[in-house]
């Protein structure tokens, strides 16, 4: 069974920075795509950014050029954020798809506000 865990989030000013880590556990394969979504209060859940294996990332509009996503190793992949916006507040989930299967890690919550 894959098991997601992430760390990195709390509060933080706007225009300041944080760095979010996922590491994964269980059968992880070469060919599955790990990234991260987010959730703010009220909104579903989005896209923030994702690798693809032999293809590169993907990045949502509202955050390219300030975030960047790297997939360290197999197992774990970060998300470093730059001059941060209120409107990036939220819960952040891990995500990772291999085959037909998809796993959400619990979240983590990233906070923007003066």
């Known amino acids: 069974q894959v098991q997601l865990v992430e760390s990195g989030g709390g509060l933080v000013q706007p225009g300041g920075s944080l760095r979010l880590s996922c590491a994964a556990s269980g059968s992880i394969f070469s060919f599955s795509t790990m990234g991260w979504y987010r959730q703010a209060p009220g909104k579903e859940r989005e896209l923030v950014a994702k690798v693809i294996p032999g293809s590169g990332t993907n990045y949502a509009d509202s955050v390219k050029g300030r975030f960047t996503i790297s997939r360290d190793n197999l197992r774990t992949v970060s998300l470093q954020m730059n001059s941060l916006k209120p409107e990036d507040t939220g819960v952040y989930f891990c995500?990772?798809?291999?085959?037909?299967?998809?796993?959400w890690g619990q979240g983590t919550q990233v906070t923007v506000s003066s």
């Open positions: 995500n990772l798809r291999q085959g037909t299967r998809e796993y």
